[in-house]
């Protein structure tokens, strides 16, 4: 009785409007602000202004990635759980409040860590600070998947299938105008001649290095990280004020769809490498993922060290990677996939990415600011157009049945890939240091490095065959998860 009930009751529930799909979207616009701070800021402050060794600056920023499974458990409490008699609000509160006050303690163990290196090198109190980081991020990571995750959920909740790919699509770009807007907005507040070039560095008599002076960074830079995070707070409870209790189908819906959180990483692994083209396709995605993404940890440092830019100079480079990526992606639906299709969208993106590297890199070599800043524009236009095409790709070369599976699977690897790629970029950029004493090498050899991988990317790429995937892959996901079953 319940279950020929329930179709009747759903379709009583209003559907969500633009204005309400946009208004869940501030939500993903502060994970974008944030984003820009821990990448952008704290990652820059460290390398470039208080000399933290690049290995372990992306190392303990990329613990965030990396705790990214405890979305799992996190996603399946919003199940079964509720907080203040809702599913999913309630945790996406309690995570934000979390996360938004942890990037404020983070930078303060930014500052003792730059302190001690300072007094003495690096010694084991600063190796204890640095691990005191990476906890700090760790923990970050975790209150952002407890309110991210089940964000997520209750974006399935309140839509249907047929205005979910609109209010995906709205939300994602929305995570993009977050960056390009905090970018804009934390370069003005940075945007002072106290913490810019030489008016930073102080001058120990005992010794020769020239060291930044923390107190002035600390009186200019901490506001940021208090008035940033408490703006993308306040975001979070505008885009979720009562939408779950006026739309979500949570309760009506007399089975869960299996969703990107509920599945586990050893699960994932199995159903990627299911059969020799989700191997192939998985390859593929993760050498993407890691070319696209080891520039997070080094653009910023790269400006400043290179290129003699200001911390406010730095931030702004996202804007313009952003307002590419934003163009790439809104352009590539409407007019590269209807003229080329996905995969050869998808090549197209990976080669005009490898032109871009070289651009990115020769304006170091003749240190070029407006140079690095075009070449930042069209990277994101090249990111834009290869990440539309391979979304649209996945999509594409899986039956219905188990593109929920598939694309679940491939959202957690993904993330694990990217705090790889952070990590990388900082171990690559650190070997860079010891083999040149020139800065715009060693930054050069992690923009060779993304550009190997492009091309190996495109060499993955062509030897997928759609109609092998399609025929095969389903069959093979099955027997992976049927397997799972009986064991």
Not at 149 to 171: C, K
Request: proline share 3%; glycine share 10%; with cysteine.
């Amino acid at each position: 009785m319940t279950n020929i009930s329930n179709p009747i009751v759903q379709t009583s529930l209003p559907k969500l409007k633009l204005l309400t799909m946009f208004r869940l979207g501030l939500f993903q616009m502060g994970l974008g602000i944030m984003s820009l701070l821990t990448l952008g800021v704290i990652n820059r402050i460290m390398i470039d202004e208080l000399t933290v060794l690049p290995w372990i600056a992306a190392t303990a920023i990329a613990m965030y990635q990396f705790v990214s499974p405890a979305r799992i458990w996190f996603g399946q409490m919003s199940d079964t759980k509720t907080l203040w008699g809702y599913h999913r609000t309630g945790f996406v509160w309690i995570g934000a409040i979390l996360f938004t006050s942890l990037a404020f303690i983070a930078l303060q163990v930014v500052w003792q860590l730059g302190m001690t290196i300072q007094a003495t090198g690096w010694s084991w109190i600063s190796y204890a600070w640095a691990a005191l980081l990476g906890l700090v991020f760790a923990l970050y990571g975790v209150a952002l998947s407890a309110s991210s995750t089940p964000f997520a959920a209750m974006l399935v909740d309140v839509s249907d299938e047929d205005n979910r790919s609109q209010l995906i699509s709205i939300v994602w770009s929305m995570l993009m105008v977050g960056i390009v807007l905090g970018a804009i907005i934390s370069s003005k507040l940075l945007n002072t001649p106290e913490i810019c070039g030489e008016a930073i560095l102080s001058y120990d008599p005992t010794q020769t290095a020239k060291i930044a002076n923390i107190p002035a960074l600390q009186k200019t830079i901490n506001p940021v990280f208090i008035l940033m995070p408490s703006v993308v707070l306040g975001l979070c409870f505008i885009a979720t004020w009562g939408v779950e209790n006026r739309y979500s189908r949570f309760k009506l819906r007399s089975r869960i769809v299996e969703r990107e959180d509920q599945i586990t990483l050893g699960r994932a692994m199995g159903i990627l490498t299911a059969s020799r083209q989700t191997w192939l396709f998985f390859s593929f995605l993760l050498v993407l993922t890691l070319s696209l993404f080891m520039q997070d940890t080094v653009m910023e440092p790269y400006g400043g060290e290179v290129f003699g830019m200001c911390i406010s100079e730095t931030t702004q480079l996202n804007a313009f990677f952003g307002m590419g990526t934003l163009f790439g992606i809104a352009s590539t639906g409407f007019l590269v996939v209807p003229r080329l299709g996905q995969q050869k969208t998808t090549k197209l993106g990976c080669m005009f990415a490898v032109v871009c590297f070289g651009l990115i890199i020769f304006a170091g070599s003749v240190q070029s600011p407006s140079l690095l800043k075009s070449g930042l524009l069209f990277f994101g236009l090249a990111s834009g157009v290869l990440t539309a095409g391979a979304t649209g790709l996945m999509l594409d070369l899986t039956a219905a049945e188990t593109a929920g599976t598939f694309i679940g699977a491939w959202g957690l690897a993904q993330a694990m890939a990217r705090g790889l790629a952070t990590v990388l970029g900082g171990v690559i950029l650190n070997l860079g240091k010891m083999l040149f004493s020139a800065p715009f090498l060693a930054y050069g050899l992690v923009f060779v490095v993304q550009a190997i991988g492009m091309i190996g990317a495109i060499w993955l790429l062509g030897n997928i065959n759609v109609k092998e995937f399609k025929d095969n892959a389903q069959a093979a996901i099955s027997a992976v998860m049927e397997g799972e079953l009986d064991g």
